[in-house]
């Protein structure tokens, strides 16, 4: 079933969440990967990046148990204003990417080591235009680049990864600079920690936090860093 047909019959789902056992894997594994030789320079003040590897209820559910993250923000990346909405863009035809845009802190967190997490527990970087049961190119693997430092370390990262074939294919991911970055509706932010159960959720993005918990506990934090909570705060 599509996320889309998922995600508008909630309520219905979760009598079936609670008859059957929630799975104990992700639709896409993680892979151990080395750390970027190439990083970022030392910066203070938040930084930004913005990155899309398939469906943003997941992406950002990672995102929002790292340390060093601010906020968190489920959006579109890759399109215009005026067909930045969850209908329109699931089309696919509308060149946006569900995205996430990452506000962090860089003396707790570098931009490598969230590049790291996104190709390491976030998504599959082989897939093309697809992650999982989610097909399109709106679930594109993507980095949308705030500055020529970041495009540097993303570039030379996958070329890293590609040429130490810590992956079983080759890395997909496109990166270009950002030009705008739209925030998703209100029912889509921190959606995961909202739905734990529901099956899309339980079957492909609960393990991706459990995989950050295990594979970077030096930069996993139990409580989430919500949207919710960041509007409340302002």
Request: glycine share 6%; with cysteine; net charge neutral.
């Amino acid at each position: 079933m599509r996320r889309t047909a998922l995600a508008s019959l909630l309520a219905a789902t979760t009598a079936l969440t609670l008859a059957f056992a929630v799975p104990s894997r992700a639709a896409e594994d993680a892979v151990v990967i080395p750390a970027p030789t190439v990083d970022a320079s030392p910066a203070t003040g938040i930084q930004t990046a913005v990155i899309a590897g398939g469906c943003f209820w997941g992406v950002q559910g990672v995102f929002q148990h790292t340390a060093g993250v601010v906020n968190a923000v489920s959006g579109y990346a890759g399109g215009t204003k005026a067909t930045a909405d969850y209908q329109t863009v699931s089309s696919g035809r509308t060149g946006h990417a569900e995205s996430v845009e990452i506000k962090f802190d860089p003396k707790k967190i570098s931009y490598g080591k969230i590049l790291q997490i996104y190709f390491s527990v976030a998504h599959d970087p082989t897939q093309l235009n697809r992650q999982g049961p989610d097909s399109g190119t709106q679930y594109r693997s993507a980095i949308f680049t705030t500055s020529d430092e970041q495009k540097k370390v993303a570039e030379a990262y996958i070329a890293q990864l590609n040429g130490a074939k810590v992956f079983s294919k080759p890395i997909v991911t496109k990166v270009g600079a950002l030009e705008a970055f739209y925030p998703a509706e209100a029912y889509h932010q921190d959606y995961l920690t909202l739905h734990p159960n529901q099956p899309y959720i339980a079957y492909n993005d609960i393990p991706k936090v459990e995989n950050l918990k295990k594979l970077f506990a030096d930069n996993y934090i139990e409580k989430p860093t919500l949207v919710s909570a960041s509007k409340a705060t302002n």
